[in-house]
């Protein structure tokens, strides 16, 4: 039986990660690419019906759902992450990684392990949401709280009632109280 390294472990994720920001990307080139080709098609009178129903699927978020669907499932390849592997993704230390999770932003998976693992989903989110942050010259010293900030928008944004409510508002539909 092969034994795997940290280093083995790391690449696995990070091929993971990789594959599911090529995917995303790719995603917002098509959408782009399809929304120009559509609109010159209808131009020139000459769309075919496979173009429309491919824009349609791009319009509509049907592509959005199944490419989202896909990277969940590449999601769920992966095993629990070991805190060691995730802080080296994170680019954090051990006890970074450690205090992260007891604060709520990394989420511990269940087990009777010696070693504290992590679940991959949720690596794989504040891992995009660091990423950002430092490209955007985040201060090490608060990343821990923009990145709890930036997941409890996320959170607050994804409920459909407050989702409703928002666009009742952009609707004008105003109830006064």
Do not use: C, N
Request: hydrophobic share 45%; charged share 30%.
């Amino acid at each position: 039986m092969a034994t795997t390294t940290r280093a083995d472990e790391r690449r696995e994720v990070l091929d993971i990660f990789e594959a599911i920001e090529e995917i995303g990307t790719a995603h917002g080139r098509v959408t782009d690419f399809g929304a120009g080709l559509v609109d010159h098609a209808v131009l020139q009178d000459e769309a075919p019906e496979s173009l429309m129903v491919a824009y349609d699927e791009i319009r509509d978020g049907t592509l959005a759902g199944r490419l989202s669907r896909v990277t969940q499932k590449m999601l769920g390849l992966l095993p629990p992450i070991p805190v060691a592997v995730a802080a080296e993704l994170l680019r954090l230390s051990a006890p970074t990684v450690r205090r992260w999770t007891e604060e709520g932003v990394l989420v511990e998976v269940d087990g009777d392990r010696p070693v504290m693992q992590l679940d991959p989903h949720r690596v794989y989110e504040v891992w995009q949401l660091v990423r950002d942050l430092r490209l955007q010259g985040a201060k090490p010293g608060h990343l821990m709280e923009q990145v709890w900030w930036r997941l409890a928008d996320k959170a607050l944004l994804s409920r459909d009632d407050l989702r409703d409510s928002l666009e009742q508002m952009r609707r004008g539909e105003v109830v006064e109280a």
